[in-house]
T-cell receptor, first 113, second 117 residues
Framework: EDKVVQSPLSLVVHEGDTVTLNCSYEVTNFRSLLWYKQEKKAPTFLFMLTSSGIEKKSGRLSSILDKKELFSILNITATQTGDSAVYLCAALLLIQGAQKLVFGQGTRLTINP | NAGVTQTPKFQVLKTGQSMTLQCAQDMNHNSMYWYRQDPGMGLRLIYYSASEGTTDKGEVPNGYNVSRLNKREFSLRLESAAPSQTSVYFC????????????????FGPGTRLTVL
């Protein structure tokens, strides 16, 4: 059974702190690992990582994929209250011509001023 | 260009009632998906349609049926609603698997919050 597990499930920090969110996966037909940010409504796409060791950066957010150990991390530096959200990771699988996402449970991040 | 739209936004049903959730996209995407999200959990795939005319089961298909009405529309039906189907339902669409491309971003609708009493 395909499985994606995130940790921690919940994290509360102060503005300005650095946080690391973890995602491990055990899936078949793996193509890529994706990170999403979900505030009140639908998830919005942050990153896609396909090759191991590649670090993606977007401002204060960065992410690394380790395809040997089957995990990814999302780092957020100098956190702001606007970073408060649920962060979802998802494994992208390619099955019979269709792209399917298997999501983790999410990490609820709260940034206190 | 509205992207992915879903109706209704909210719905309350009694156990045993039926209803259809509607989803439409105007991006000319080939693939469409239905997910449910329960508190403290990520999204779980219910059904998907890789292209017009095809539908397949996802992780949690029991209790649901789908119809890919045309390229734009993909509906989700609950024939006899149960309290366990209380959830937020998201529809998504993407270009699907295109050769030589790694990923076609899935665009999500705003969600339907369904409560079954």
């Amino acid at each position: 059974e395909d499985k994606v597990v995130q940790s921690p499930l919940s994290l509360v920090v102060h503005e300005g702190d650095t946080v690391t969110l973890n995602c491990s996966y055990e899936v078949t037909n793996f193509r890529s690992l994706l990170w999403y940010k979900q505030e009140k409504k639908a998830p919005t796409f942050l990153f896609m990582l396909t090759s191991s060791g590649i670090e993606k950066k977007s401002g204060r957010l960065s992410s690394i994929l380790d395809k040997k150990e089957l995990f990814s991390i999302l780092n957020i530096t100098a956190t702001q209250t606007g970073d408060s959200a649920v962060y979802l990771c998802a494994a992208l699988l390619l099955i019979q011509g269709a792209q399917k996402l298997v999501f983790g449970q999410g990490t609820r991040l709260t940034i206190n001023p | 260009n509205a992207g992915v739209t879903q109706t209704p936004k909210f719905q309350v049903l009694k156990t045993g009632q039926s209803m259809t959730l509607q989803c439409a996209q105007d991006m000319n995407h080939n693939s469409m998906y239905w997910y449910r999200q329960d508190p403290g959990m990520g999204l779980r795939l219910i059904y998907y349609s890789a292209s017009e005319g095809t539908t397949d089961k996802g992780e949690v298909p029991n209790g649901y049926n789908v119809s890919r009405l045309n390229k734009r529309e993909f509906s989700l039906r609950l024939e006899s609603a149960a309290p366990s189907q209380t959830s937020v339902y998201f529809c998504a669409s993407s270009d699907g698997a295109i050769p030589n491309r790694n990923y076609n971003e899935q665009f999500f609708g705003p969600g339907t919050r369904l409560t079954v009493l």
